[in-house]
């Protein structure tokens, strides 16, 4: 099926001729991505576009810059100071505007107070705040005095928050003392607090007063607690913007891979704010009056590069809703797009799915016509879900943008842009300046309509620079595989008429909820309880989540198998990384498949639960 969008929006859009750009950007992506940074603001021009040294590649050698003063810095003297910024709602529906003169006055404040407590450029700071302004301040505040972010994740459970503080080494950690996460409150300080124990890096905590109503007591150590307001009240407005390098680090963003531990993504600042300016440009329609939604976090990267700096490079306003998207009712995000006009929204499949499940009513109530576009991210988009979209959010008149990315690709990759015909269910193409395809195990293009390995062939401007602290996971994850090109770790297909379809991951990574999670790293959450000997852990189709987690667990001997059990397994792993991490089947087996080396195949465990053909099991030991 092709779904074509409206005149209106083909005629009206940036792009008009997808393919005639496509081919030009791609015979010469270096001066392509050099117009385009020309649009933004820098302190020195560049003097190489790009420096590749396979595996790494360094964008715009030699100029200078900061996100921030292309996010806030270059606006302040234009009409777009007294702009709103950004928008926010708490979950009991009051709102909270900031043009970006006075975002910028708190982010300077705040930076100033980082500065009070000795935070200097390349110092780490971890910041794990829920979706409240303070947390984008934050951000925003470090960059600003060029230090660098790592944002964990508020859901993310104490021993998650903890390995991410310390291989970071950070010097800071900004925290809130609770925060209301539907009916409940969140006590999110005693995660801080166990997290920090016999922490040798961290100097201070700055702690953000979400709810008057916890009481906390700052604990006696060897770092000093500061409550964010009293901090920052005591701060000048006034900050100068810190000069980078375009290859500096700007943040860290940790991500589940295929070993138990998380992977510290690198961005900078030069290339990566031309990936995300243009992305979000083109492929939203970015015009200066928009009110663009993302649903998701910034403890992911979506909420990196699309809640809070692209938007604000591009100069409109950014809206954040506190709050899930069933509380108070599962009305709540049709009734705010209506509220504050929204005009773009993007969000995941699994909300989609999730709200499809109550019907149409609940969406027709509303006036939607601020809508001008929609997009999906995260997980393949099934087309059921899509069409649901389309239908009842879209009314059928907009189209909707599924862009596939990663947190190492820090913008969009694979992409329609307004005026594509869509398939519904297909990321369409790559977006200009990016050469993808679809490849075997030794590199080779495989035909039409086959699945294969998704491979990126060539750099593009907002591409990771390493893996903190791993180099060599850094080569070996997306450089080895497959020789001389980027590795995504996802498998895909492409049709006849040149569109791509994405089919999830083929590297032991699990898609739950959107949230990428390492079988490794759950397996290991399972052998940390005591009782248990080997754990193995697959993704399954789920009809809302996409993926769910299915364990098989042998027991150490002795150990009776029981429903109870089961439930404090259960407790184990969000313990060790956070409800989002719940598993939602356990099976106690007393072997495990796997090959004469060791190592568990989980293809053939998850080929035999899906009642699929197991494949090849000739290193089988068993
Ligand atoms: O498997 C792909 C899936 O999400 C992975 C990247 O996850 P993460 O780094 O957490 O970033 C998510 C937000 C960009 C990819 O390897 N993925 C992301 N977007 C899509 C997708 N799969 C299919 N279609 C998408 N649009």
Redesign the pocket.
Known sequence: MLINPKPVIVENSYIKDYEKLYKDSIENPEAFWENIAKELNWFKPWNKVLDWQYPYARWFVGGQTNIVYNALDRWLKTDVADKTALIWVSQDGTDKKYTYKQLNDEVSRFANGLKSLGVRKGDKVTIYLPRIPEQFIAMLGCLKIGAVHSVVYSGFSAAALKNRVEDAQAKVVVCSNSYPYGKKTVESFKNVEEALKDNKTVENVIVVKRLETTNIVFPATNFKFHWWHELVAKQDIICSTEIMEATDTAFILY?SGTTGTPKGIIHAHGGYQVGIYLTLKYVFDIRPDDIFWSTADAG???GHSYILYSPLINGITTFVYEGTPDYPDIEIWWKLIEKYKVTKFYTAPTAIRALMKFGEEAVKKHDLSSLKLLG??????NPEAWLWFYKNVGREQIPIM???????TGMFMITPVPSAGLKPGS?FKPFFGVETAIVDDKGNPVPVNTQGYLIIKKPWPAMFLDVYNNPARYKETYFEKIPNVYF???SAKIDEDGYYW?T??NDD?I?VS???LGSAELESAFVSNPKVAEAAVIGKPHEVKGESIKAFVILKVGVVPSDELKAELVQTVRKSIGPIATPDEIDFVDKLPKTRSGKIMRRVLKAKELGQPVGDVSTLED
Not at 376 to 381: A, D, T
Not at 402 to 408: H, S
């Open positions: 991500t992911w990267i979506t999906s991210v995260g997980e393949p988009i599924d862009t596939w990315w990663q947190t190492e990321a995504a770790g996802d994405i999830g991951r990574v898609k959107g949230h990428r």
